[in-house]
């Protein structure tokens, strides 16, 4: 009997509301609005992301292996050039490189932007001075599991390089990032 009374108490309401009388009760209020995603490819500014445009600073914490997306090997959860890191050209850019990975060793330079990665790098050179963590090649020596390590240089030179874990195999198999030096002066991160 319940139901039958709630059933014709509903379509009442509806009826009312429909000729502008009536507001919907309390049991059939709308769900609140979920905040609006940003667009895809929109710059976005998350909180391990911060630009100090006064300064002529950016300071990135750089997550290495924060999901078990591609085997642990990621940035952010991103891999396999999904994602970007956008700064303006000029400023000083501290990458704060935490290791997250239950695992496994990484690293992160700032390298040229290759169509294709090696399986192991003969030589590390990034393409800013001081843009590459120590030991980036060794996977016993380089970022170990629970560690950060931080390195700061200045993107003196706008362009589209990479984010690139040297460790062998890793940007092979997908643990790097589109880095973009904006002459524009954007900054911020997609993360779609």
Sequence with gaps: MRIKNLTVALFMSLGLMACGDAEPPAEMDTPAEAPEAAEPGALETPDWFVVDHDAGTVEIDLIAGSTSANNYWNFHGLHGGAGELVVPEGYEITINL???????????????????????????TPVFDGAVTSNPTSMTESTLPGETESITFVADQAGEFAAICYVTGHAASGMWMPFTVSAEGEAGARLN
């Design 98 to 124: 935490i290791n997250q990975d239950p695992n496994m060793g990484h690293s992160v330079g700032i390298g040229e932007m290759q169509a294709t990665w090696p399986n192991t790098f003969s030589d590390v």
